[in-house]
């Protein structure tokens, strides 16, 4: 299943920076980086950046980036600018401010004052940063990005400046990854300088993987590797072969919800790409719809849909097979639906982006529902579902995505329970979500 799945899959979530490119330090000889002077030099550098960056000091650190990238950081703490521009932020806690006397009261006058002329400067000093190429979601040596420590301090202007780089990130790589260059043979070298071009700005991009140790490269999440891979199938979840979490009872709730919304009643048609622990196919199935169609690639899924009956249930049509294969067919025999579920495992961002830019619009029936309102679709949004700042950098995204598409999306905040405190992750390879409330989206055609 794709679950929070998508981005990655396997619940690693890719994101986009600028590339460390600094040509000056580059262009040094071995030799001459070996040399502990010029090591001394450049921490000194380093630190001048850090403090400017803290104290906020515009100026100074406008001019100390003449010469010096945006993203150093701090050998010990692992800080960036930006990282030190937020947490400079950081509110004074005074015990003696319970009392409500009037010196007090002044005192708590005060503090807000000065905290929201802290504030404003950190907005210009992160401004400053973002321009000259700072990277919004560079790692501390805790595991934090700059966001995280503007979350964590309920920083909230500040948090949203994280948030909007890493949008601008994220769109300036898609659009990097569609760049395709026209022409025709007599514009052979117009089009090599446009390649040239695109080559420059890719050399400028990479993807940042926020998780650490093993999830990083990790092929077991991939595709071909997944669907290749022997599952496990207990209680209350499916593991792969790598102990990843493929589906997990603790998504029930959110599932019912989401199947209340495009599925609010018996009689109608409803698709669902990806069966898994077929936990929301149970639940489409105790709505008597009039048809339902489930996609599934996976060969021990298969099987088990098999044990369990799945083939022989009333309605229900069994498509074996990746969606890809599966949906054209389904849209050359006319096949309409007034509600599609999507959820698979083991995918990027784009495979979900890919199924309702190209395919959910042939698919969905504008005029199906109860009352003929439209069609509804929803999916398991769990992208980025490791930090918070990554996750409303992906609902951001999903969502722009979903209106160039044509859906309008409505959203509907449902409060996950601790599951670390729940026990949950036990045996599971890593958590996929480790954040207190998830996003539930229900789509439709806009107009």
Request: charged share 25%; glycine share 6%; proline share 4%.
């Given at each position: 299943?794709?679950?929070?799945?998508?981005?990655?899959?396997?619940?690693?979530?890719?994101?986009?920076?600028?590339?460390?490119?600094?040509?000056?330090?580059?262009?040094?000889?071995?030799?001459?980086?070996?040399?502990?002077?010029?090591?001394?030099?450049?921490?000194?550098?380093?630190?001048?950046?850090?403090?400017?960056?803290?104290?906020?000091?515009?100026?100074?650190?406008?001019?100390?980036?003449?010469?010096?990238?945006?993203?150093?950081?701090?050998?010990?703490?692992?800080?960036?600018?930006?990282?030190?521009?937020?947490?400079?932020?950081?509110?004074?806690?005074?015990?003696?401010?319970?009392?409500?006397?009037?010196?007090?009261?002044?005192?708590?006058?005060?503090?807000?004052?000065?905290?929201?002329?802290?504030?404003?400067?950190?907005?210009?000093?992160?401004?400053?940063?973002?321009?000259?190429?700072?990277?919004?979601?560079?790692?501390?040596?805790?595991?934090?990005?700059?966001?995280?420590?503007?979350?964590?301090l309920g920083l909230k202007e500040l948090y949203e400046l994280c948030v909007d780089a890493g949008v601008r990130a994220e769109l300036l790589l898609s659009r990097l990854d569609e760049y395709q260059p026209l022409g025709d043979a007599a514009s052979d070298e117009e089009d090599e300088g446009q390649d040239e071009d695109a080559e420059e700005l890719q050399e400028n991009i990479e993807v940042l993987d926020l998780t650490e140790g093993d999830a990083q490269g990790d092929e077991s999440t991939e595709n071909p590797n997944y669907l290749a891979s022997n599952l496990t199938f207990e209680r209350d979840r499916i593991l792969d072969g790598s102990a990843n979490g493929v589906m997990m009872e603790w998504e029930t709730t959110l599932m019912r919800r989401s199947a209340e919304l495009i599925l609010p009643g018996p009689g109608l048609r409803v698709l669902n790409v990806g069966h898994g622990m077929g936990i929301i196919d149970g639940i489409f199935q105790g709505k008597q719809p009039a048809s339902h169609h489930v996609i599934e690639a996976h060969p021990d899924v298969l099987k088990r849909m098999k044990e369990q009956g799945w083939y022989e249930k009333p309605g229900v049509v069994v498509h074996e097979g990746r969606w890809q294969d599966v949906v054209p067919a389904l849209i050359e025999k006319g096949e309409m639906f007034d509600a599609i579920y999507f959820d698979t495992f083991a995918e990027e961002y784009k495979a979900l982006r890919e199924f309702f830019t190209e395919f959910v619009i042939g698919l969905l029936d504008p005029a199906g529902g109860l009352n003929s309102e439209g069609g509804k679709f929803g999916f398991f949004c769990g992208m980025g579902a490791d930090r918070q700042v990554a996750y409303d950098v992906y609902n951001k995204i999903v969502e722009m995505d979903l209106f160039e598409a044509g859906f309008d999306t409505e959203w509907e905040t449902i409060p996950v329970p601790d599951l670390e405190e729940q026990g949950e992750w036990e045996g599971v390879r890593r958590k996929y979500w480790a954040l207190k409330n998830y996003k539930l989206p229900t789509c439709s055609f806009i107009g």
């Open positions: 299943m794709l679950h929070a799945k998508l981005v990655h899959d396997s619940r690693v979530s890719n994101f986009v920076r600028p590339r460390r490119n600094d040509t000056r330090m580059h262009r040094k000889t071995n030799s001459t980086m070996d040399d502990p002077a010029f090591e001394v030099e450049t921490d000194l550098q380093t630190q001048s950046i850090l403090l400017a960056a803290a104290n906020h000091d515009v100026q100074s650190l406008r001019n100390l980036l003449r010469n010096s990238p945006a993203n150093v950081q701090d050998s010990e703490t692992g800080f960036t600018p930006l990282h030190a521009a937020i947490a400079a932020c950081e509110p004074e806690h005074d015990g003696d401010t319970a009392h409500s006397n009037g010196a007090t009261n002044g005192k708590i006058d005060g503090a807000t004052q000065q905290q929201e002329q802290s504030t404003e400067a950190a907005v210009k000093t992160m401004k400053l940063l973002f321009e000259n190429g700072a990277i919004w979601n560079d790692l501390d040596t805790n595991g934090e990005t700059p966001g995280c420590i503007a979350h964590r």
